[in-house]
């Protein structure tokens, strides 16, 4: 639930807070008593900064109890290669830090936490602060405590060429998306004359495929959070975490960060970074970039660092974003307008006096000079779907101004609009230095959570309609050949199209059980009716022309809440499938006022569901520009990171 | 129903009997009252072989009745480019066929076919048999009817060079199978650490990745059947046609036919053909190689087309192929033993009499000399699972002996065994000519069916496992250079996991609600516990060391028929979630006898659909070996046949 909500209002982000990870595993990527993080596995770009955590489990019950006290001389030692082992402190010429010590619970399973028995954990731990390795190979790190117990990671520093062959990167990221919806998207976007698209997604225009495992470091299922962090720095976390491998501290601002391809690129080159997205900005997607934190639910802290970096510890050299724009104004407007910031400071005073341009709707973001570094806040909470800013525009009216006064956010610019200016911005002021720019759009995933399907489908088509007009706006900048453009996701949702439904049949049936029969499935499916624009004339559109035909799609995802299906539009607004009829109870029942005249159906989520959730399935990777064969095949989302970091020749051999 | 079911024995596959293609529409690809087959936005292969079928409706009732008798006085011209328009006749060298006659019914939706008010169409007729078109560029198709109406088709002659750049092409294609599957698979099948895979499947180490688009000409779901055709001949064609277009004529036998590449590349080259599959032989996917019917459910005509061809009509030269390995013996042994073969022929003697060797078990398939044509029939029906071969053997003891003599079929090859063996007959046997070997995983996609996930899964780790050993053998032989291996599907289904299911706590709950509390998503679907051997050490497999660990796959289909799940392997043989409990009712509920103890599940389905059915999804396809790189990017399942006679050469631009 805390994964991807769809927060709409300041109230409902702020019911999505911090839950333990630590449910059925003591702490994830550390099943011996002895933690090293990074851990076992974990691999590294020549010259990116990273933090080390060691930690000693004593288990006090439960099945791993041992009855020994937590190890306060528990030493560590990385080895090069062959090399001999050095203790930490003298292979990186640091300081022996202080031991700190804290425990944590956590329940073996869901008996033990029915029967609320949780097992107890003391912790002694140290932690070494922005260290690098630079040459290229195999380190074999090494804690030792218990007296004579072992835990053995072994590192690997990649060996890539310095060579800068990308000038910019332009990434863009389908939250959620799955091949499975591109599909679902081209069907009612495009139109078919028999058999064959008679135009296509951009997408599918692009040369080079590859497909990337999502999967998580402790689980194979990911959230939004650690599956940016592995595409962002080359190394998978634990679900909720930012830049950061989650240790068991208390704290959520000291755990081990690992260095992202925003920050080392803008270090080692002065390159411009550009955040652009379609949710609150504070949102995992774009957060990734420049917070270091286990919860990603500390968004204010997420907008500071936006800012300022990170400021509780020694870290990289961070300016600022050249460009910041999507939404989440609560996080800028303080507490006297119902906002929560950051020690309750007016961020769009924090980013004016930084220089900062700032601009509050689509008119101001269009007039903008692009000149100047610009924060554009464009409503509270998640911004405005394509589906109700272009064809239901009666549900803009509600109160989710961006200056906080409760007006309607009737003025919001689409993915396109934000992004075509971002390119304006950053390639204006990036001279030859280049620059990184990430563009989310993050309500595929956050309609899909809700099984809004048309809302989802509408927000990838215009995603695809922005890829295609920023294709178009690189070739007229001349700078196709320089600027690297990848589109991929961070994970699926479990979603698929099997027919079509005669939403005029199913109406009129009385019985649920009948309403059934409305589904046609193999050759009952018919062709699209979306593109159907009542004559035999065809339009190119990326965008269907119908939403609400007779024979709508027989969609839907693969585990959901109790809900009521009715295969249709919504046409009154996001949709909000299941609530907990008794507030607070954790038994989340089918809405009652969603889908009216519907099928009802059961879930199979666990009952405190009101959502559905993140799935397995690798998701695709399209890229074209320079360095784009190496995007082919099948490969580790970590690897993005690496093939990214290639291409803008960011591996440094020495100091 | 009808679609790949799930034949185990002989009875259960009669009853996929035809179902008329023609509900809800008059006729695919003809919206008008004139249609042209093929159809307009057809492609073609230089020299490629096809019918061309006219016809002229005259609705009696109905929204479309126009009063008009059906116009026997139609004419057809075709023009090249902007060259003057020939009748047909002229442009083709061809006598004038005779006319024909006939009349069918359709329902225009749901609520006529509730009402059994079926609309009646009469239908004035001709078709012309076996032309082709030489010259690249584009052709208008004209027909003229009814005084002054017309329907024009433009098709597209593709500019294909005629060098021939790969000796042999090996086709994997894994029926139903999605990237989601692959990802499960891969997940269940290789183990991870941290993170990382530390061994991954052979699939995913294809140099070049492709996606296809799989839907049908007249709709957007497809069946195995139409999309094989389109994978083999370039032609999309209608649900349950093999390698036609399906027009409105009583006689199954009759529809305008399109050349497939094995006929193409046997009839130009003389290389030879090979067909595997771990289905019934007579199945779409083996079948649409050399069958033309718009009924996929003519098994036994289909092996006879297997022999002998097309036999009424002039037709491509034709040889058989030389390898022919699956099951499905009940179109092999005749009605004395139960089987049900073409005109009552024991099919074993009329390979015999062709000089076959005939093997029926893996011990005669490995013993069998690799320089004869062979016919490997090893079950009757679908070869059994590779769950059930090589886990829950027991449940091979049947009566499903290929011989017909209703003795158990246990030793029976799998999908490596049968491949293997083609690849020698065939290396053995082409010389310098080459070879073209389709080789089908058929029960991923008949397991999805039956939502028997863990069978599915199977079935596709062993084809990984098939393919890898394909490519080792492939490199044993010193032909990697001159070998294209391709992996594709025909078409989705829509599965996912979302996480995993505690079984241990799921069978504690007494009330089907609190079940759900057994699922664990995002960081509570921890790792996989299908590859846990029960110590820290790891052997490489393809395969899981546990089928039934504590922890299993909360996984599913989309769609589905009221069912029982489980989440746990079925041990006692493939499921049957659903069943009519009144014979021939029309009205499925789930089977009491499946998924004793699961929770009860009501499903979306039409209540006659006792399985799960295809989805949308495109689906991916791996590509290594010569022409490799034309395999990348995102295409139509059309581009499969054209990429394939371009690797091998088979354009002709002259007769």
Redesign the interface.
């Known amino acids: 639930m805390r994964?991807s909500i769809q927060s709409i209002g300041l109230a409902a982000a702020l019911l999505a807070s911090a839950v333990s990870?630590q449910?059925?595993?003591r702490l994830?990527?550390c099943p011996t008593l002895g933690c090293v993080f990074p851990?076992?596995?974990?691999?590294f770009l020549a010259g990116q900064y990273f933090d080390i955590r060691l930690e000693v489990h004593a288990p006090k019950n439960g099945s791993e109890a041992i009855g020994l006290p937590p190890d306060e001389k528990f030493t560590f030692t990385i080895a090069r290669g062959n090399e001999t082992a050095k203790p930490v402190t003298e292979f990186f010429k640091l300081e022996e830090p202080k031991l700190e010590k804290w425990n944590f619970t956590w329940y073996e399973?869901?008996?033990a936490k029915d029967a609320k028995q949780p097992s107890v954990v003391d912790v002694t731990s140290k932690a070494y602060r922005r260290v690098a390795l630079y040459e290229p190979g195999e380190y074999t790190a090494t804690l030792s405590y218990n007296n004579g117990s072992t835990t053995t990671a072994t590192w690997l520093v990649r060996d890539l060429v310095e060579e800068r062959k990308a000038k910019n990167i332009i990434f863009f990221i389908g939250d959620g998306m799955?091949?499975?919806m591109?599909?679902?998207a081209?069907?009612i976007g495009h139109k078919?004359?028999?058999?064959?698209?008679q135009s296509?997604?951009q997408?599918?225009?692009?040369?080079?495929?590859?497909?990337q495992?999502t999967?998580?470091?402790?689980?194979?299922?990911?959230?939004s959070a650690n599956s940016a962090s592995?595409l962002y720095t080359g190394h998978?976390s634990?679900?909720?975490a930012l830049g950061v491998y989650a240790d068991s501290s208390k704290n959520p601002f000291d755990d081990p960060k690992v260095e992202t391809i925003a920050e080392i690129f803008h270090r080692l080159t002065g390159g411009l970074v550009g955040i652009v997205s379609t949710a609150f900005i504070a949102d995992a997607t774009p957060a990734a970039l420049t917070a270091h934190t286990r919860d990603r639910n500390q968004y204010g802290h997420v907008v500071d660092t936006f800012l300022n970096g990170i400021t509780n510890y020694t870290w990289t050299k961070w300016d600022g974003p050249d460009v910041l724009f999507g939404g989440g104004a609560e996080q800028f407007y303080n507490s006297t307008l119902g906002g929560k910031t950051y020690q309750d400071k007016d961020y769009y005073e924090e980013f004016a006096k930084k220089g900062y341009k700032i601009v509050l709707n689509n008119t101001q973001l269009q007039a903008a000079s692009s000149n100047e570094k610009t924060l554009g806040i464009f409503s509270t909470s998640v911004m405005s779907k394509w589906l109700d800013r272009n064809v239901y525009k009666v549900n803009l009216n509600q109160t989710l101004s961006p200056t906080g006064d409760k007006t309607a956010a009737l003025d919001q610019p689409g993915l396109k609009e934000m992004t075509l200016k971002a390119i304006d911005i950053l390639h204006n002021r990036a001279g030859d230095k280049g620059f990184f720019l990430m563009s989310e759009a993050a309500s595929i995933d956050k309609m899909m959570h809700v099984l809004d399907y048309d809302r989802a489908l509408g927000e990838l088509l215009e995603l695809d309609d922005t890829v295609k007009a920023t294709v178009k706006k690189i070739q007229d900048l001349g700078c196709e050949k320089e600027t690297l453009i990848l589109v991929s996701s961070d994970h699926?949702?479990?979603?698929?199209?099997?027919?079509?439904v005669?939403t005029k049949?199913f109406a009129?049936q009385k019985e649920d059980?009948?309403k059934?029969?409305?589904?046609?499935?193999?050759?009952?499916?018919?062709?699209?009716q979306y593109t159907n624009t009542g004559n035999l004339t065809y339009t190119d559109s990326n965008f269907p022309s119908n939403w609400s035909p007779r024979y709508t799609l027989?969609?839907?995802?693969?585990?959901d809440p109790d809900r009521r299906?009715t295969w249709s539009v919504h046409k009154d607004g996001p949709r909000k499938p299941a609530a907990e009829l008794v507030k607070d109870s954790g038994d989340v029942y089918v809405n009652p006022k969603d889908g009216q005249g519907g099928?009802l159906?059961?879930?199979?989520?666990?009952?405190s569901?009101e959502q559905g959730?993140?799935?397995?399935?690798?998701v695709?990777v399209f890229a074209q520009g320079p360095c784009q064969e190496t995007f082919?095949?099948?490969?580790?989302s970590?690897d993005i990171f690496f093939k990214m970091a290639e291409c803008f020749g960011l591996a440094r051999g020495k100091a």
């Not at 999967?215 to 194979?220: E, K, M, N, P, V």
């Open positions: 994964c990870a449910t059925f595993q994830g990527t851990p076992d596995q974990a691999d399973d869901l008996f799955t091949t499975n591109i599909t679902a081209r069907l078919t004359i028999n058999g064959k698209y296509l997604m997408l599918d225009k692009f040369p080079v495929l590859g497909h495992m999967h998580s470091i402790d689980s194979f299922i990911t959230d592995a998978k634990s679900v909720n699926g949702h479990g979603f698929d199209v099997m027919g079509s005669d049949y009129a059980r009948k059934r029969n409305a589904v046609g499935v193999y050759q009952n499916s018919g062709l699209s027989f969609q839907g995802l693969m585990a299906e099928l159906l059961n879930g199979t989520l666990p009952l569901d959730v993140h799935s397995l399935t690798d695709a082919g095949g099948v490969y580790n970590i």
